[in-house]
């Protein structure tokens, strides 16, 4: 079975500072991963994915993650915080050959001025 | 292009009620998927259909009925709702190809908000 385990249900950064947040997998075959962002009141959209390719993917609005398989880890980053990043950032995995995706708890991310 | 669109947006239901929630997508993909939002718990998979005429049980199937329609549309049935049952629902669709790699992104709608009372 597949995991994802976050760190932090809420992370705050000032505007300007560097984001990151933190995702951890479990899986028994090399996994697919990725990032999505939910605003207020809306649904989920995606940041980035990987897909087996290169290790560091870059998605939109400036955020990048790396995938360590060594760490079983998937972190997103972004050099420097927006008002607008405020929102809520959830980690997601999947097994090759399954649509499926398990969804880790999310983190909450507080941007102050 | 709508992409995945959710109705109603708000629905509160006495225990013992049912409802149906509406699901529909125009990207022309093979694979849709339910899931229940709750404070702390992350998205969890109620229901999925990787394809038009299949469905299956995702994580928290229990209380819960779906209906692939056609390939645009897959409804989720709460036949008696209860409490436990409030929650912010979402549909979800993935992949135009034949193969599902696991790869494809997933779109979700922007979400149907269910209160128990």
């Known amino acids: 079975a597949q995991s994802v385990t976050q760190l932090g249900s809420h992370v705050s950064v000032s505007e300007g500072a560097l984001v990151l947040l933190r995702c951890n997998y479990s899986?028994?075959?090399?996994?697919?991963l990725f990032w999505y962002v939910q605003y207020p009141n809306q649904g989920l959209q995606l940041l980035l994915k990987?897909?087996?390719?290169?290790?560091l993917v870059k998605g939109i609005n400036g955020f990048e993650a790396e995938f360590k398989k060594s760490e079983t880890s998937f972190h997103l980053t972004k050099p420097s915080a927006h008002m607008s990043d405020a929102a809520e950032y959830f980690c997601?995995?999947?097994?090759?050959?399954?649509?499926?995706?398990?969804f880790g708890k999310g983190t909450m991310l507080l941007v102050s001025p | 292009n709508a992409g995945v669109t959710q109705t109603p947006k708000f629905q509160v239901l006495k225990t013992g009620q049912s409802m149906t929630l509406q699901c529909a997508q125009d990207?022309?993909?093979?694979?849709m998927y339910w899931y229940r939002q709750d404070p702390g718990m992350g998205l969890r998979l109620i229901y999925y259909?990787?394809?038009?005429?299949?469905?299956d049980k995702g994580e928290v199937p229990n209380g819960y009925n779906v209906s692939r329609l056609n390939k645009r549309e897959f409804s989720l049935r709460l036949e008696s709702a209860a409490p436990s049952q409030t929650s912010v629902y979402f549909c979800?669709?993935?992949?135009?190809?034949?193969?599902?790699?696991?790869?494809?992104?997933?779109?979700f709608g922007p979400g149907t908000r269910l209160l128990v009372l």
């Open positions: 997601a995995v999947s097994k090759p050959g399954y649509s499926t995706l398990t």
């Open positions: 259909s990787a394809s038009e005429g299949t469905t």
């Open positions: 990207m022309n993909h093979n694979s």
């Open positions: 899986s028994s075959v090399p996994p697919y």
């Open positions: 990987y897909t087996s390719a290169a290790t």
């Open positions: 979800a669709s993935s992949g135009n190809s034949r193969r599902t790699g696991g790869e494809e992104t997933q779109y």
